[in-house]
């Protein structure tokens, strides 16, 4: 059987990566493989699709394509295209493997890049976020414990236009008690998504797992966004305390079942 490769594109914000969860759902986890190229030190949906979908095999930046000529014919790759990559990029591998193009559209959209480059286009997401936002702003935060209420009085301002025109953004945090979240806002879209992700609770010391943030948008105050992020972080001994309240809780609980 021949290597089944599904790459998925489209613009910002459509929900690609939504997509491919869903089709994940219908198949085995252990027969699918998952690459997003051009993530860089930040990679937000491997962390993310690692987490929600164990059995499923992340390939890492550094494996890069040629990981994908390698695959069992039992096996299949989906292949996420950031809006921000150039499709002809990849062209070089994708021709060279047999493999389906899908292009994730807002609905309404006709006559794009994305329709000339696609065997099937499937409807996403109504996003209002631009097609070609002038900058993306990524930091990795890994090690940094946040504050919950500073996080969420942080992103409520991010999203509102506090630091620029915010078109996307995206961030896995570590919070005091443990657990690490998943947020995920789209400009036009009116629910902004928080997600548990399926870890265990982190509570010894600074976690030494992948956080990071990205930004996407017009007029970003990078600097500011940046320290902001700085200042919800915990000291050392604040992050002991805290986790030291998490344990005793938890024991209580356990001695108490």
């Known amino acids: 059987m021949s290597n089944k490769i599904i790459a998925v594109a489209g613009p910002l914000g ?3 990566t939504t997509w491919i ?37 992340i390939l890492a930046e550094g494996q890069d394509m040629e990981r994908l000529k390698h695959v069992s014919g039992s096996e299949t790759v989906y292949v996420e295209i950031g809006f921000h990559l150039q499709l002809s990029s990849l062209e070089a591998v994708l ?24 065997d099937t286009i499937a409807v996403g997401a109504a996003s209002q976020a631009m097609l070609n936002p002038s900058q ?3 930091s990795p935060l890994t090690g940094q414990v ?29 919070l005091t ?40 948008g017009e007029n970003l105050d990078q600097s500011a966004i940046a320290q902001t992020l700085k200042d919800c972080g915990l000291e050392d001994r604040a992050i002991a305390y805290y986790q030291q309240q998490v344990k005793d809780v938890l024991a209580s609980g356990a001695e108490a079942a």
């Open 146 to 174: 946040l504050d919950p209420a500073s996080l969420d009085m942080f992103w409520y301002e991010l999203t509102k236009g506090a630091y620029g025109q915010v078109q996307r953004a995206k961030g896995i945090f570590d």
């Open 95 to 118: 021709t060279s493997l047999p493999c389906t193009r899908i292009a994730i559209l807002p609905p309404g959209m006709e006559q794009t890049e994305w329709h000339a480059w696609a």
């Open 136 to 138: 993306l702003w990524r």
């Open 14 to 16: 459509a929900g690609k």
């Open 21 to 57: 969860c869903q089709n994940f759902m219908l198949q085995a986890p252990e027969s699918m493989l998952y690459f997003c190229p051009g993530t860089d030190s930040v990679p937000i949906d491997s962390t993310y699709m690692a987490a929600e979908y164990p059995g499923v095999q």
């Open 177 to 216: 008690d443990g657990r690490a979240f998943h947020f995920n806002f789209v400009a036009g879209l009116l629910q902004m998504e928080t997600t548990e992700l399926k870890l265990p609770r982190w509570l010894k010391g600074r976690p030494d797992r992948f956080s990071g943030i990205e930004v996407v």
